[in-house]
């Protein structure tokens, strides 16, 4: 698979090389590594904002502060997880 990052995509290259930096391997295995990490860590993040233990407030602060850009957490009474 061939990623653009040319012209109207050249957005795209610098998150790639902030995946690369951070795992610390060459660009397709940072995404491999990016894409395989995203589901769980979002599942894990659903896991905390569902705490007994945690005040609503709480979670609201835990959701705000774990949203991006591609995924947003909301806190009502219940827990919802977009993606753009």
Known sequence: MRIRT???YEYRLDPINRAADFYDCNKT???VSACDDVPLLV???RQ???RDDLTLEQRR?????LSTRAVRFE???EITVDTN
């Open 6 to 8: 040319d012209g109207k």
């Open 29 to 31: 295995k940072a995404i």
């Open 43 to 45: 599942a894990a993040a």
């Open 48 to 50: 905390v904002l569902e």
């Open 61 to 65: 602060e835990i959701a705000e502060t």
């Open 75 to 77: 806190m009502d009474t």
